[in-house]
Nanobody, 122 residues
């Protein structure tokens, strides 16, 4: 059964950093690209970053939302079936529930985790 479990969220001061993890199971992880999205109260779920699959013909490599370029880094460890999101220089706009997703196309997701909460507070 497909499972995505996020962790690493917490409370951080403005300008601080966090590294999120999404541990997956129930599918062949290297065959799938992975995504991070953010859900803020009263707002639409928003794309943050994604990364292409590691096994198979290489095409789409990955990308970032304009708002996080240069500050966030997405990476994956296929031996651990885990995707990461390193977040630097966090601001209040970066707060929300960060959700991990399994890609099935460009900006498309077919499996979600329940999210991990990031709070930016003084």
């Amino acid at each position: 059964q497909v499972q995505l479990v996020e962790s690493g969220g917490g409370v951080v001061q403005p300008g601080g950093s966090l590294k999120l993890s999404c541990r997956t199971s129930g599918f062949y992880f290297p065959f799938d690209g992975m995504s991070w999205y953010r859900q803020s109260p009263g707002k639409e779920r928003e794309f943050v970053a994604d990364i292409g699959f590691s096994e198979g013909p290489q095409g789409y490599k990955g990308g970032y939302a304009d708002s996080v370029k240069g500050r966030f880094k997405i990476s994956r460890d296929n031996d651990k079936n885990t995707v990461y999101l390193e977040m630097n220089n966090l601001e209040s706009g970066g707060a929300g529930v960060y959700l991990c997703g399994r890609r099935w196309g460009y900006r498309a997701v077919n499996a979600w985790g329940n999210g991990t909460v990031v709070t930016v507070s003084t």
